[in-house]
């Protein structure tokens, strides 16, 4: 019964890989997110996505690429990836876009080797 | 060009005292401002916000003041309790159409029985 959850937990792939991380909510909630948690601890969005519009944010390189097959799900696709790929990316959601109270998944620890 | 920032990463504070959290923001177009909370192998979690009309917000143990003319929030947890030790991330969200929150790099509270 968990509200958002993101598979896998942990992935560890070598670079030039191409990867993808899923998320999924059972909030019915209209809007979702995808964050990058960095060496730094920032947390960064990568992604805002409701029914309605994709925001990206600019500083993203654009072999990130959300996936939303459904309302209750957002996917990052991952190609070619780096090793300054590596971080935790959180998936997050929430009902309207900018709602403060946003909730996460528990994260999936990405390492590029 | 990091427009919140957390200069204490870490602090500790015995049970029963008060916790005080700080942050500093740089832009003054936000129209709100957030703590989450978040403990190992999970995600955030929200805990309190404050609109920028306001000065103080309360719920419980926790207080949030804002200080609009120093650009400073801050996080009072009175009285802390061990269960209270995580990371706290302040966040703040842009106003208009873009309204996406922006965090800061947390801070690691350790509450010592």
């Known amino acids: 019964d968990t509200a958002v959850s993101q598979t896998p937990k942990y992935l560890v792939t070598q670079m030039g890989n191409d990867k993808s991380i899923k998320c999924e909510q059972n909030?019915?909630?209209?809007?979702m997110y995808w964050y990058k948690q960095d060496s730094k601890k920032f947390l960064k969005i990568m992604f805002s996505?409701?029914?309605?519009?994709?925001?990206i944010n600019e500083t993203v390189p654009n072999r990130f690429s959300p996936k939303s097959p459904d309302k209750a799900h957002l996917n990052l696709h991952i190609n070619s990836l780096e090793l300054g790929d590596s971080a935790v990316y959180f998936c997050?959601?929430?009902?309207?876009?900018?709602?403060?109270?946003?909730?996460f998944g528990q994260g999936t620890r990405l390492t590029v080797v | 060009d990091q427009q919140v920032k957390q200069n204490s990463p870490s602090l500790s504070v015995q049970e029963g005292r008060i916790s005080i959290l700080n942050c500093d923001y740089t832009?003054?177009?936000?129209?709100?401002f957030l703590w989450y909370k978040k403990y190992p192998a999970e995600g955030p979690t929200f805990l309190i916000s404050?609109?920028?009309?306001?000065d103080k917000n309360e719920d419980g143990r926790f207080t949030v003041f804002l200080n609009k003319s120093a650009k400073h929030l801050s996080l009072h947890i009175v009285p802390s309790q061990p269960g209270d030790s995580a990371v706290y991330f302040c966040?703040?969200?842009?106003?208009?159409?873009?309204?996406?929150?922006?965090f800061g790099s947390g801070t690691q509270l350790t509450v010592l029985p």
């Open positions: 832009n003054s177009m936000f129209d709100y």
């Open positions: 404050i609109s920028s009309i306001k």
């Open positions: 996505y409701n029914n309605k519009e994709l925001i």
């Open positions: 997050a959601s929430s009902q309207g876009l900018g709602n403060t109270e946003a909730f």
């Open positions: 966040a703040v969200r842009v106003g208009g159409s873009a309204r996406q929150l922006t």
């Open positions: 909030l019915g909630h209209d809007t």
